[in-house]
């Protein structure tokens, strides 16, 4: 595997289901990011985690639930959806570092759909 | 007023020609620039970063930043019936609740390159 993956591509959940979105990277960055794509609106920035330590929650609704084991895996964990948190969700990871900050690199991203 | 702005097309340019993609920002402490192209149904794929004033060129592409008139440009030579996508760019800005800088994304302008 190489580069950033994410499982599954497709998820079609109802609204009292409770499922998990995983992301693993393979490029030995030190931050991964949960983005949220919905058609006409710009990529929205949900959970930030530098070092495995969660440094933004950008007032994302407690039904998202983001872990972060270790550098390399983040979960974001679903419950109670509701149908317009129907969207593609992105994570992506980057290496901070002074020379090139904030290069961020996606996964192919997982397409929810809440019934 | 929002972070960053791109005109959201469609821009359709003749195969070989040059396509400009422009995209403006609020944020005058901004440092780092980026474009991403995401074909239909894809994750954004990171084609170029800029950091400093002035063109950077990589292959068929250029990069344009103008920090003092805040806007920075794509330009994409020979134009390819591969490059019909959308173009986000994304510029780092800090985010006034948390404190930390964060990639803020356009909603991205929908390029077609006609044969």
């Known amino acids: 595997e190489t580069g950033v993956t994410q499982t599954p591509r497709h998820l079609v959940m109802g609204m009292t289901n409770k499922k998990s979105l995983k992301c693993e990277q393979h490029l030995g960055h030190n931050a991964m990011y949960w983005y949220k794509q919905s058609a006409k609106k710009p990529l929205e920035l949900m959970f930030v985690?530098?070092?495995?330590?969660?440094?933004e929650n950008n007032s994302v609704p407690s039904r998202f639930s983001p872990e972060c084991p270790n550098s390399s895996h983040l979960f974001l964990h679903l419950h109670t959806l509701q149908p317009e948190d129907s969207a593609l969700y992105l994570c992506?990871?980057?290496?901070?570092?002074?020379?090139?900050?904030?290069?961020?690199?996606f996964g192919p991203g997982t397409r929810l759909t809440v019934t | 007023q929002k972070e960053v702005e791109q005109n959201s097309g469609p821009l359709s340019v003749p195969e070989g020609a040059i396509a400009s993609l422009n995209c403006t920002y609020s944020d005058r402490g901004s440092q780092s620039f980026f474009w991403y192209r995401q074909y239909s149904g894809k994750s954004p794929e990171l084609i170029m970063s800029i950091y400093s004033n002035g063109d950077k060129e990589d292959g068929r592409f250029t990069a344009q930043l103008n920090k003092a008139s805040q806007y920075v440009s794509l330009l994409i030579r020979d134009s390819q019936p591969s490059d019909s996508a959308t173009y986000l760019c994304a510029v780092n800005t800090l985010d006034a609740n948390f404190g930390n800088e964060k990639l803020t994304f356009g909603t991205g302008t929908r390029l077609t390159i006609i044969p």
């Open positions: 992506a990871s980057s290496q901070e570092k002074r020379l090139a900050p904030y290069e961020q690199y």
């Open positions: 985690y530098n070092f495995k330590e969660q440094t």
